[in-house]
């Protein structure tokens, strides 16, 4: 572990991502990682979850936690207070996010759209996770953050309101699938990041979980320098770069590590709980 504690002792804001990073693989909250938490909250430290997850996503434990007054959600492209209000939003606009989601191969791709903090999928999509053979607590996942609808696209331009993301499910070893997204989003102005080995996201090209920690420490008074980020993926990388300090899990992947100033243990060895407590 690559560690330089003499950063971390002016830590005003802490925001930190959720899959991969305090939540292990299974999707739970360990009691170090707790403990770690409430106790930077006793110090006045203001502690803000940094998702891709849509505001429904996130669960009620962490909404709850003393500390944890704003949340970033869908990769920064909005930003919440606890109560559900919103304070901050650049979202994709619907026609462009209903004519990307149009291109996509529904047999080698799962596709969501978030809006107004929900997540929406299709029906059909939902069978997908299963027939793909995606793990049981990705589906648990869908099952309990996911409106159906028959037809996305359709759904999006009804709806008639921007897009935070489209986020794009697949096998992990198919690399055709990848390769077919990426030369689609090409052809849009929008940005798009790795959330994790089975997904994509696209967002805002000017969205990100990094802007949205500045604008979220301005709010609150707090310097740059005084932030910092802890992460594991690609939609990581732009918190780890303009936080203060910016940490990086050990089971984050190769652009989480080089946009960080450190790295940590991974998430099933409490790698989150290690950097808290040297903050603490």
């Known amino acids: 572990m690559r560690m330089n504690s003499d950063k971390l002792k002016h830590i005003k804001i802490i925001a930190f991502d959720l899959d991969g ?15 770690a938490l409430h ?18 996503g996130i669960p009620d434990e962490l909404k709850a936690m003393p500390g944890v007054n704003y949340l970033i959600t869908s990769n920064g492209a909005a930003v919440y ?12 606009p619907c026609d462009t996010a209903s004519a990307i989601i149009s291109e996509f191969d529904r047999n080698s791709v799962i596709t969501a759209a978030y809006l107004d903090g929900c997540g929406y999928m299709e029906n059909r999509g939902f069978e997908k996770t299963i027939e793909m053979g995606l793990p049981h607590h990705a589906i648990e996942y869908f099952k309990t953050t996911r409106i159906m609808v028959d037809s996305l696209p ?16 697949f ?23 790795y959330g994790g080995d089975m997904n994509i996201d696209i967002n805002h090209r000017k969205s990100g979980k990094g802007y949205a920690l500045l604008k979220i420490a301005k709010l609150l008074g707090i310097a740059p320098e005084a932030t910092a980020a802890i992460g594991d993926s690609e939609n990581d990388s732009d918190m780890l770069k303009k ?15 080089a946009a960080a100033d450190m790295i940590t243990l991974s998430n099933e060895e409490d790698g989150a709980a290690v950097v808290l407590d040297m903050i603490n």
């Open 21 to 35: 990073t305090v939540f292990k693989d299974d999707k739970t909250i360990s009691p170090r990682v707790r403990d």
């Open 243 to 257: 936080a203060g300090v910016g940490i990086a899990m050990a089971n984050a992947d190769e652009a989480a590590k």
């Open 39 to 56: 106790a930077a909250a006793d110090r006045g430290i203001e502690l803000v979850p940094a998702t891709g997850r849509a505001f429904n």
């Open 171 to 193: 096998r992990p070893e198919d690399k055709a699938a990848q390769e077919n997204i990426i030369e689609i989003v090409k052809k849009y102005d929008v940005g798009c990041v």
């Open 81 to 92: 207070k606890t109560d559900g209000s919103l304070v901050y939003e650049r979202a994709v």
């Open 154 to 169: 359709e759904f999006v331009m009804e709806c008639n309101k921007p897009v935070r993301v489209i986020t794009l499910a």
